[in-house]
């Protein structure tokens, strides 16, 4: 059977934004994503290299999170980002921040 009344956009806007803010089928999205999360090397020191020094042993490590969104049904938006984590607003993404990528850079040293 086809629709054929006529609504306004105002009329259409109004009843999906009753009820918990908007939340229909209408404004829900599927998340699924694949991506690289986390990337970590780590390289430990030649015991020749620190030898003489009072240090016994000494490593070097990189790590990267967020590192590569591969494949997302949401376009343009991290599924995983997040307009507020203290209110009922989780979920929403309405113009957060993306979530950032982080790079760190470790020395270990072993006395």
Same mark, same amino acid.
């Given at each position: 059977?086809?629709?054929?009344a006529?609504?306004?956009?105002?009329?259409?806007? @109004?009843?999906?934004?009753?009820?918990?803010?908007?939340?229909?089928?209408?404004?829900?999205?599927?998340? /699924?994503?694949?991506? *690289?999360?986390?990337?970590?090397?780590?390289?430990?020191?030649?015991? /020749?290299?620190i030898?003489?020094s009072?240090?016994?042993?000494?490593?070097?490590?990189?790590?990267?999170?967020? *590192?590569?969104?591969?494949?997302?049904?949401?376009?343009? *938006?991290?599924?995983?980002? /997040?307009?507020?984590?203290?209110?009922?607003?989780?979920?929403?993404?309405?113009?957060? @921040?993306?979530?950032?990528?982080?790079?760190?850079?470790?020395?270990?040293?072993?006395?």
């Amino acid at each position: 059977m086809t629709n054929t009344a006529r609504v306004s956009p105002q009329q259409y806007w @109004a009843a999906l934004g009753t009820g918990n803010t908007g939340i229909t089928e209408a404004n829900l999205f599927d998340a /699924s994503n694949i991506r *690289v999360r986390n990337i970590q090397l780590a390289y430990l020191l030649p015991k /020749s290299f620190i030898q003489g020094s009072p240090i016994q042993r000494a490593s070097l490590a990189f790590s990267c999170n967020n *590192v590569w969104m591969i494949s997302s049904h949401m376009r343009g *938006v991290d599924p995983e980002s /997040s307009y507020a984590t203290g209110s009922l607003a989780t979920g929403f993404e309405s113009g957060s @921040a993306p979530t950032t990528r982080t790079y760190t850079i470790t020395l270990n040293l072993g006395f």
